[in-house]
Every structure is written in structure tokens, then in C-alpha cells.
């Protein structure tokens, strides 16, 4: 690793608004409403499963930080566990997944601004780029302090919001007494069906997964390990609570085929309860989530190109600091990969774009299957040495971390049935296969230059 070290300035509220920064975006806000589309009020039950899943894989990397205190960052647990080709491989396409996030949130963000300020999306986009990237520029703290205050504005709106429904589905604000009846009234709890539901539980994993972002801002405070250990399990839980809260009022109160696909669902809610200023104040709050997650995106790739020079597995010069303890080239650079993203989306060949976005759709998937493998592998072997258990273990071990491989198995498996999916799953699996034989090809220079060197004493 590099000699040079990042700050420890980040708080426990900063590192817990930054997790849920990095999940609660247009994924919920917009997004949600396909989902709801596709699988009617049982979407809820798809929230569910895929929480679940997401849930076990955090309690995996629990478990790792307390008995690995010395490691910390998300893709260097796959390296102790599988080896340097593992922490190659989960870090890269781990950088990948999250710098394909930075465009997509930017462009989000543009659209919104858009209808305010008249200037083109692919400009408002540049400029939310380079704000983005004054703040990570700043220190590990301010970007804290942002992501802290930003996160803690969507995280009071979604809890106002389930409060006000949840009065409201209950019956003691509607004019009409409870409105539990749209769970089953419009075609039944699960009008497309039992497939359905878990054809939607793959749709909302990718909304669901980024609560691992906790492994990296963790190793910038006091005590990395502690920190993961102690929010890796009650984050997922919290954010649970948001998405499935939300979305359960959602549908209990508008009727699901009322929801239209790219319009927000929260919208259509509170425009069904009466509230006039509706539409105004969720995109206000749609356009805080999308930069709080556009910044947590920012951080991330940062953060992880640091980790992955201070390997040799990527440029040396991206592990140089300033004097605020801010990897600047990684920065910069990842500055300069989303600015190119934003305008391959607005320019003509909008094919590339949409190219990389498929190539991101299932990685996460196979970056969780890594770290689940890695957590079984480390846990038999702490116990073939007979190390005593860290405080914080994985649910029964070792079948709860079998169910969590399986069922990530069972996602992909799914995408190659489900026909929207399929082009994602086979782009993915090119992204993840020139991922592999970069790493072959870099194994192979290293052995040639140490050849060289060995020949030459």
C-alpha cells in the first residue's frame, strides 16, 4: 500500500448520511415507478427479498472488518480472502459501477435544473460536475459536512412522507376512511403473478445496493473498523425502512396502474392526498437526492482509484495527496470520466452511453458474489487456525452466507431470462471478462519485469 495515509476526519453521522447518500437517489424517487409498474402493490414483497439479500452481504463485510482491523477498504476484503486477482478485479469493476452512476446522476440533476434555468442539460450537467468536484476537492470533512446536510433533507422528507400517508392510508385524513383496498382491488395484491415479484426483486437490487460505500468513506475516520462493523448491519435496516415504508403507502394509497412509468411516485401520492405544492417540492427534494448521490458516487471512485494505486493495480501518481490529505489526480480524473460520460449521453451516438450504462447492470451482482466468497473462505480458514470469533459474526454460518450466494445466483439467473435484462447481463459479463484478462495481462508484465530483474543480479 502507499505510504501516505487519508485523513481520519469523518464522524459516525457523517460515514452513516454517507451509506444512505449513496442508495436513496432518482433510484426512488423516479425510478421506483417502474418497478411499480411492472409488478403492481406485490412490489413491496420484491423490496423485501432484495433487502434481505443486501442485508446478509453487509453483515458478511461486518464480520470481515472486526476480524481484519487492518483492512478497510470494500475491494480490499476480496483481496485477503481470494487473493491480488480478486482485489483487482471487485475494484475495478467496483470504480466502473460507481463511475457510470456519476453521469447518470448528473444528468438527473440537469434535467431537473432544466426546467428552471434556461440553459442546455448537457451544460447544467458540466456545472454540476465541477461543483461536485470543488467539494471533493476541499477535505474528506467537507464532503462529509455536504453529504451530511444533503442526505439529512431526503431522509426528513421520506419519513414525513410515510408519516403523512401512513395518516392518510389509515383513513384519518382521507375523505374516504382507509385506502388499504388499492393493495388488492386492481387486479389482486399480485396482478402479473408470483415471477413477477421476483422478476422485480431483480430490477430493485441495483436500487438497493451502495450501503457498502460505508467500507470506503470508513477508512477517513477515527476507527474504520468499529465504524463498519457497527453500521453495516443497521444501515441496510434503515434503509429498508425508507424504501419499503415509502413505497407500501404508495401503493396504498394510488392505485398502482394510476402510476406512471418516469413520473415520481411521490408525486402522484401526494397529489392524491391533496397537496397542491406537490409537484414543486419533489423536485426539490429529487434534485438534493440526485447530488447527494452524484457526490457520494464522486467519492467513491476517488477513493477506490487511491486503493487500487496503492496495489500497483493502477497508476502510481493517483496515490499522491495534498496537503488536506485529498488524492487530487483521483479526483480529476474521475471529474474528467464523468464530464465524458455526460456528453456521450447528450451527444449524437447516444448508443455509447447506453452501452456503458449495460455494462455496469449486473456488476454489483458479481462484486457481491466475490465478497460473499471471500467472507467463506476467510471464516474457515480463521477456524481451521482455531483464531477465536471477531464480536460480530455472520448469521448462521454457514448456510446464511450460502442462501446470500444462491440467491445472487438466482438474480442473474433471472436477467438471462427476463428479456429487458438480457443485453445488461451479456455486456456486464464482457465488462466483468476484460476486467479479468486486464488483471492477466498486468500478472503477466509483472512476472516478465521480475524475470528481467532476476536475470540482471
Known sequence: MATTELSRSLKQRHLTMISIGGIIGAGLFVGSSASIAAVGPAIVVSYLITGTLVLLVMRMLGEMAMSLPGVHSFSEFPRAGLGPWAGFVTGWLYWYFWMIVVPVEAIAGANILHAWIPLPAGLLGILLMAAMTAVNLMSARSYGEFEFWFSSIKVSAIIAFIAIGAAYAFGWTSPHGPTFANLTSHGGFMPHGAVSVLAGAVTVYFQLTGAEIITVAAVESAEPARAVAQLTSSIIVRILTFYVGSIF???????????????????????????????????????????????????????????????????????????????????????????AGILAAVSAPQRVFAFLVDGAGALMVFVYMIVAVAQVRLRRKRERAGEPAPALTMWLFPWASYAAIAGMAAVLIAMAFTPALTQELRISLISLAVTVLAYLALRARRRSVTAVRAAAD
Open 249 to 339: 403507502f404508495i401503493v396504498a394509497i394510488v392505485p398502482w396502474n394510476d402510476i406512471t412509468i418516469g413520473e415520481s411516485p411521490f408525486t402522484r401520492a401526494l397529489v392524491q392526498m391533496h397537496f397542491a405544492w406537490a409537484g414543486a417540492a419533489m423536485d426539490v427534494i429529487i434534485l438534493t437526492a440526485v447530488l447527494s448521490c452524484l457526490n457520494s458516487a464522486f467519492y467513491v471512485c476517488s477513493r477506490v482509484l487511491f486503493v487500487l494505486a496503492g496495489h500497483g493495480d493502477a497508476p502510481q501518481a493517483l496515490i499522491r495527496l495534498n496537503r488536506r490529505k485529498v488524492p487530487v489526480r483521483s479526483v480529476l480524473l474521475c471529474a474528467l470520466a464523468g464530464i
